[in-house]
């Protein structure tokens, strides 16, 4: 498990689901006809007054559709497109590919190769190679150092970025060149399909906890398990809850979440207009386990709003952030024909007071905004250049240079080490990247060039998370969520 210093923030798709084939979507869409659509009722008008037997306009509608599946079969799918697109904006079409890809967004599943990496001093280096994934078959080993990925040198480059250039669309190749042995080779591997953790978790401070939630997948609750098991280690009783930018998943997958924090009672209603049937989802919990509080966005959505809406109204956790999304109706999801599959919207959710959220969203207790700084807005140490600054330093100055470094991607380690061997690879990446000799070695031109890089950086400044700090008592470290 890995400190998270800065919570990086990604958009997903929009989704809610109710049992495997249900999501989140909203209300019936106005169309606006073009002059070809105008022109087309108005003929279809026009002939039931002028054509000499009886017809509807219907019948013109039902006829013309028939006729032209008929004559052209491919014309099926536009046809299906645009009727499934014109009931809302959550309603949709998809041909059999569309609908795998739709599964691999809700599933969290991306193009890898299957290995586990940690950074070591100079380089990242290949932990665990995951069994039947690309990366065995490839004859890659644990223990090999990754040197470069498709030719960039990933001389003191973090795990996350080394895993962000290996990581790409299923089906497209990787070059890795590593180290094993005293010897240097270059290895390509085509991706595959890779599912991904929807959950991250750290200890941010003494019995404090903290846990992100990306999505809502099949596997969300068992991953959020097992962070809460590694969090017990430590005794935590206070958990900050990252919901933010979670766009939605599976309602289940939610509840089982939901069940594990919110207190005895309803979690949510789920209502349907067919067969005017309703469900209860319920917790069992007999109390809150945790002194929470729950960060939200504007791109809180579906499942996300769902539990958010359970851990307010029950008084399990306060919610910090901005007004959500606003989404709690759902989509069943149906095969059409040879594959082709589509979701309608089906029914609504109400939460667990029985409100209504749709289209509203769910208000803060505490509104907060977050705001873009440069960094010397948000720096706690000023710039002291020298003639230069080498392996062994240890004075006052060296802070300033490593929280450049950092907010610039570059693995420093501890703030409080003096220059050591990480920080002289961390030198040597940035001197690279900026087309500098990488001696590893702070000259003059180096800080300078340092200062300016960071200076230019735009910080997003984490009002929220340290919000979240203050009501639960403890200081506030950090001072950014994502560059």
Known sequence: MRTIRRITACLLVLFLAFTMP???????????????????????????????????????????????????????????????????????????????????????????????????????????????????????????TILKVDGEDMTGKDSDYVSGKVRGEIGTEVTLTLARGGETFDVTIVRGELKQSTVSYAVLADKVGYIKIDSFSSETDKEVGNALSELYKYNVKKLILDLRYNTGGYLESAVAVAQRFVPKGNIATYKVKYGNQSVDYKSTLPSKKYEMVTLVNEYTASAAELLASALQESGASKLVGK???????TQTIMGVYGGRMCKVTTGEYLTRKGNRINKVGIKPDYVVENRTATFDCVSRDPMVYAAKYDA????????????????????????????????????????????????????????????????????????????????????????????
Request: proline share 2%; aromatic share 10%.
């Open 323 to 329: 007004q959500t999304y606003g989404k709690a109706v």
């Open 22 to 144: 249900v999501f989140a979507g909203e209300n019936l869409k106005t169309i606006k006809q073009t002059n070809e659509a105008k022109f087309f009722d108005g003929i279809a008008t026009d002939l039931v007054n002028l054509y000499q037997f009886d017809i509807t306009k219907e019948e013109i509608l039902q006829r013309t559709l028939t006729n032209l599946i008929n004559s052209d079969p491919e014309a099926l799918d536009t046809f299906l497109r645009a009727l499934f697109s014109s009931l809302d904006e959550y309603s949709e079409f998809y041909s059999p590919e569309e609908y795998a890809e739709l599964m691999r967004s809700i599933e969290n599943v991306g193009g890898g190769i299957g290995i586990q990496m940690s950074k070591a001093t100079r380089y990242c280096e290949i932990v665990n190679v995951l069994d039947g994934y690309p990366a065995q078959k490839a004859g890659v080993m644990v223990g090999d």
């Open 392 to 483: 062994g330093y240890d004075g006052e100055a060296l802070r300033a240079l490593k929280q450049r470094l950092d907010v610039l991607g570059y693995d420093v380690g501890s703030f409080d080490t003096p220059y050591d061997e990480k920080m002289q690879f961390a030198v040597a990446a940035f001197q690279n990247d900026m087309g500098i000799e990488p001696t590893g070695t702070l000259d003059i031109n180096t800080q300078i060039c340092l200062a300016n890089k960071a200076n230019d950086a735009e910080l997003l400044v984490d009002n929220q998370a340290a919000k979240a700090f203050e009501l639960l008592g403890i200081e506030y470290t950090g001072y950014l969520m994502a560059e």
